[in-house]
């Protein structure tokens, strides 16, 4: 299991806020490549139908907090992260380093778990 999380705050305030917040469920065991996890993450973001199914996008939508219909702060935990394919591990990475930079960059309330 790893949480992609930088800058810890005082425990008592991370043990809250973890608690506290919305938490986004996706279960990657039958995802075989970047179209099965935008088909899961999108519309458990409530994106729009417009919304683009790459990182940039994803960076703009989470950081920006204003295009989605799921609002900040929540946590997203992807489960059996460890079975999907080798290059889609590496991508959902990838979107672990963006999540960590929302949060770090723009002060944003947003976690991820792979497990």
Known sequence: MVWARAREPAASVTSWCMENMK?????????????????????????????????????????????????????IKITNAASAPADLQKYLFKFSDVITDIRVSRGREVYLMLD
């Open 23 to 75: 938490e986004i469920v996706l279960d990657a065991s039958a995802w075989r490549d970047q179209d099965d996890f935008y088909d899961a993450l999108l519309p458990a973001l409530g994106a729009p139908d417009w919304h683009g199914r790459n990182l940039d996008a994803l960076n703009d939508s989470i950081g920006g907090n204003d295009i989605s219909a799921v609002r900040l702060p929540f946590r």
